[in-house]
């Protein structure tokens, strides 16, 4: 089989490192925006063809920085045969927790920095995707899906969110374009608010205090990884499931179902 290629946002962080050492072993070559030091390095060690956009412009936070990453993807010649996408909030911008009677319409605007960023990737990446075939996981949050007091600005953005991205996939079907959202709570990285570095890798979560309040609020009673959560994205973007499009998927050891 020919070699596919992938668009990998946020590289270096999240899921980012798990998925590009799953899709480089699965026969993809990869293009990169904010790798990790050494990730490309790494993936060509596993075989893979690695572009990194390293163009100070290509800033995944403003309209003009996507626009830079479809002009180098776009320069290639070929298209793309998936992305994954990792849209940040604005820069600046994080997450806004409160009681919705101590808000103020700023809070609420900056939390709608996550559909723009949502919008300009989107726009930029399907035209560039193969069809039919092309393949789209947008990576958000379970805090979208399952109400929760005082997160009622964040979570009615992530909603949004993930409509909007429902929304296009159902506008691109025709095309053969796949595009899907998984929303992730309670999967750890590196990096992970409270958790002490050495406690986290892709493949295992060393827990303890930290950890406790979490463990308790998800079913299964542990942390999700991001080579888990590399794993279940993958079957959506390295072409061997291509039947399913427009779909949330909770990553939440049953968090949402609560």
């Known amino acids: 089989m020919s070699r596919r290629t992938a668009l990998?946002?946020?590289?270096?962080?999240?899921?980012?490192?798990?998925?590009?050492?799953?899709?480089?072993?699965?026969?993809?070559?990869?293009?990169?925006?904010?790798?990790?030091?050494?990730?490309?390095?790494?993936?060509?060690?596993?075989?893979?063809?690695?572009?990194?956009?390293?163009?100070?412009?290509?800033n995944d936070t403003s309209p003009s920085g996507w626009q830079v990453i479809s002009q180098i993807l776009a320069s290639r010649h070929n298209p793309i045969d998936c992305a994954a996408l990792f849209p940040p909030p604005i820069a600046g911008q994080g997450v806004t927790v409160g009681p919705l009677l101590a808000a103020d319409s700023h809070q609420l605007?900056?939390?709608?920095?996550?559909?723009?960023?949502?919008?300009?990737?989107?726009?930029?990446?399907?035209?560039?995707?193969?069809?039919?075939?092309?393949?789209?996981v947008v990576f958000t949050s379970d805090a979208g899906v399952r109400p929760v007091a005082n997160w009622s600005l964040y979570g009615a953005a992530r909603a949004a969110q993930s409509f909007m991205i429902r929304a296009a996939a159902l506008e691109h079907a025709a095309e053969g374009i796949a595009i899907n959202v998984i929303g992730s709570k309670n999967a750890v990285f590196t990096g992970f608010p409270g958790a002490p570095a050495e406690s986290i890798s892709d493949h295992q979560v060393t827990t303890g205090p930290w950890a406790r309040h979490l463990e308790e609020e998800t079913p299964l009673g542990r942390l999700g990884t991001m080579a888990e959560l590399a794993a279940f994205a993958t079957v959506l973007l390295d072409g061997s499931n291509r039947f399913q499009t427009a779909q949330y998927f909770s990553f939440s050891g049953g968090w949402h179902a609560l």
């Open 109 to 136: 605007g900056e939390m709608t920095g996550y559909l723009h960023t949502t919008l300009w990737a989107l726009q930029a990446v399907i035209p560039l995707l193969r069809k039919p075939g092309g393949q789209v």
């Open 8 to 58: 990998v946002t946020g590289a270096g962080t999240y899921v980012g490192p798990a998925l590009c050492r799953l899709l480089a072993q699965r026969n993809h070559d990869l293009v990169l925006s904010t790798p990790a030091p050494g990730q490309a390095e790494e993936l060509r060690t596993l075989g893979a063809e690695v572009l990194v956009v390293d163009d100070p412009a290509a």
